[in-house]
């Protein structure tokens, strides 16, 4: 079975959020195809990424003459010009390409991109801004949502669950949540070791890191916890 990492991305539109996404993929092994409308855009990523090319994501024939049909995932990262982001997915999707990506600005935006074609749509401000207000309250480390209403936190264990094994704590039962991993506070051989799997029989201890996951309401009300 193939590796999906290694194969090729075509990222088309390369502003601050489609360069960044290039440039990481790059970085993390993955060949890219950069494509962007601006001469001069690609020509800072020229030396950065093997693969950048000036051109029209809007014309279908343009897109074919690049191969870009011949990708099998494709991010359309085109920020502020909306009719072009729609075009290009549209066409992406025409082109038969199984995985499309594309950025959306806006909730109606988000909903036409997922008519036209879109597999997925990311919106990365409104994430970050949703993800930030979660930071900000409770003893939320980090936040992810992972679907409308289920998210995995990083957080600190309360007071009460502290110095018992896991399966004593009833925190399904309490709080609807469950802690799938744990991050022990105190150092082995002067190094703090990484997270590992929690088992019904982990203790906690204050400090340490955990991963939580559950719905979200339950999981903001557990980190609200002392």
Do not use: C
Request: proline share 5%; charged share 20%; glycine share 10%.
């Amino acid at each position: 079975m193939a590796d999906i990492r290694n194969e090729p991305v075509v990222v088309i539109g390369l502003g601050r959020f489609g360069s960044a996404l290039a440039l990481e993929l790059a970085k993390r092994g993955t060949e890219v195809l950069g494509i962007d409308n601006q001469p001069k855009t690609v020509q800072s990523m020229v030396g950065q990424l093997p693969h950048v090319i000036t051109a029209d994501s809007t014309d279908i024939e343009a897109l074919r003459q690049l191969g870009v049909g011949d990708f099998h995932r494709a991010v359309v990262a085109i920020g502020t010009d909306i009719q072009a982001s729609i075009l290009t997915t549209s066409l992406l999707a025409e082109l038969g390409i199984p995985d499309i990506w594309a950025k959306a600005i806006s909730g109606q935006h988000r909903n036409i991109l997922t008519r036209v074609g879109a597999h997925h749509v990311i919106a990365p401000e409104h994430d970050m801004g949703e993800r930030t207000a979660h930071l900000l309250t409770g003893r939320i480390l980090d936040y992810v949502e992972v679907d409308a209403d289920f998210a995995v936190i990083k957080t600190k264990p309360p007071g009460d669950v502290v110095g018992m094994p896991l399966r004593e704590s009833r925190l399904r039962s309490r709080w609807g949540v469950t802690v799938v991993a744990v991050k022990p506070e105190a150092a082995v051989g002067g190094r703090r070791p990484g997270f590992t799997h929690a088992t019904p029989d982990t203790v906690l201890s204050y400090g340490d890191l955990i991963l939580v996951v559950g719905p979200v309401d339950n999981v903001e009300r557990f980190a609200a916890v002392e």
